[in-house]
Each structure stands twice: as structure tokens, then as C-alpha cells.
């Protein structure tokens, strides 16, 4: 197995914590819970450190647009280890569910659902999944994006259960 599969994981369910699907329901939200997610519009870029057996540079650009009724479109891609990891969806408060939701699909055929707690200002995505590499490895991979004030900060680890080994990376987003 690469480093770069499961790592390339934990991006994608990274890119997870930013978007949403089409499977909402128009909802009301609540005004101050639009434009929370709506002050995240714009272009952002970052570069970070992936930390592991060795240390390479990640550089992600994200690129957020108005989507349908209250939603936030959004496009992200990621460069490390001369790999591009691609993700798209779309964020949204969901009044029926009374939370913050996120869907995404990506490049490395990953998608899935994660759920979003504002707590004060800034709004906090945690996944965590159990995964196995490509030789059956057990994998714990986690991903926060924490969306605060002008800063969008994504932390993403890779950790093989029987070994202990790690891969972390982080990554600030700026205007």
C-alpha cells in the first residue's frame, strides 16, 4: 500500500465536512444559520504539511458559490505527492433536521454525510470512519474542518490500527 490511499481518504471525507447534496429538503432556516454558512462564499487557499513516515507539502484551493434556495455550492482540490484529490457538494442548514448538514462526492469515489455543531460563531465538521488499505490493514481516518470567522482550518489523519503509525496533516484556508 501508498501512503496516498488512505491519506487521499481522509482528504475526501475532509472535502466531506464542506458540501451537500441535492437529497435536501427545501428548508427555513433560520436567518443568522444562512449566513453563517453564506459568509464562507468566496476563494480560498492553504497550504499545510502532511506528517508521517516523511513530511510533504499539501496545497488546497476551495472555491464556495451561492447554490440553490439557502445552500452554499462548493469545489475544492488538493495537491500533494504529485496527486490531485477533487471534491464537490454543497452546505446546508437543514431546518427539518434543526442542523448543519454536509454531502460530497470526490474523485477517489468516496461520498458520504457529515454533521455540523455551531458553537459561537464558528461552525465545527468531525467524521471519523474505520477503513482498510488495499492490503485489508485496519485504518482509522478522521477529518475536522472547523469554518471561523475568515479561516477555514482542515486537520485530516490517517492512523493503522495494528501498527500505531500515523499520517496527519493540516491545512489553514484563507480569502
Aim: hydrophobic share 45%; glycine share 10%.
Amino acid at each position: 500500500m501508498t501512503k496516498l490511499g488512505p491519506l487521499t481518504r481522509a482528504i475526501a471525507l475532509a472535502g466531506l465536512l464542506f458540501s451537500t447534496g441535492a437529497a435536501f429538503v427545501p428548508a427555513l432556516a433560520a436567518p443568522a444559520d444562512i449566513a453563517l454558512i453564506q459568509s464562507y462564499i468566496g476563494e480560498w487557499r492553504g497550504r499545510g504539511v502532511l506528517i508521517g513516515a516523511t513530511q510533504e507539502s499539501v496545497v488546497c484551493r476551495l472555491t464556495a458559490s451561492q447554490g440553490n434556495q439557502d445552500k452554499v455550492n462548493y469545489n475544492a482540490r488538493c495537491t500533494l505527492a504529485g496527486n490531485t484529490l477533487s471534491v464537490a457538494g454543497t452546505m446546508a442548514y437543514v431546518e427539518a433536521s434543526k442542523r448543519f448538514e454536509a454531502v460530497m462526492s470526490s474523485n477517489v469515489t468516496f461520498s458520504g454525510v457529515a454533521v455540523g455543531q455551531k458553537r459561537g460563531q464558528s461552525l465545527i465538521f468531525n467524521l471519523r470512519e474505520r477503513d482498510k488499505d488495499e492490503q485489508g490493514k485496519d485504518l482509522n481516518i478522521s477529518a475536522q474542518i472547523v469554518l471561523s470567522g475568515d479561516n477555514i482550518n482542515v486537520v485530516f489523519e490517517v492512523v493503522y490500527v495494528e501498527s500505531g503509525d500515523s499520517l496527519r496533516a493540516e491545512v489553514p484556508l484563507t480569502r
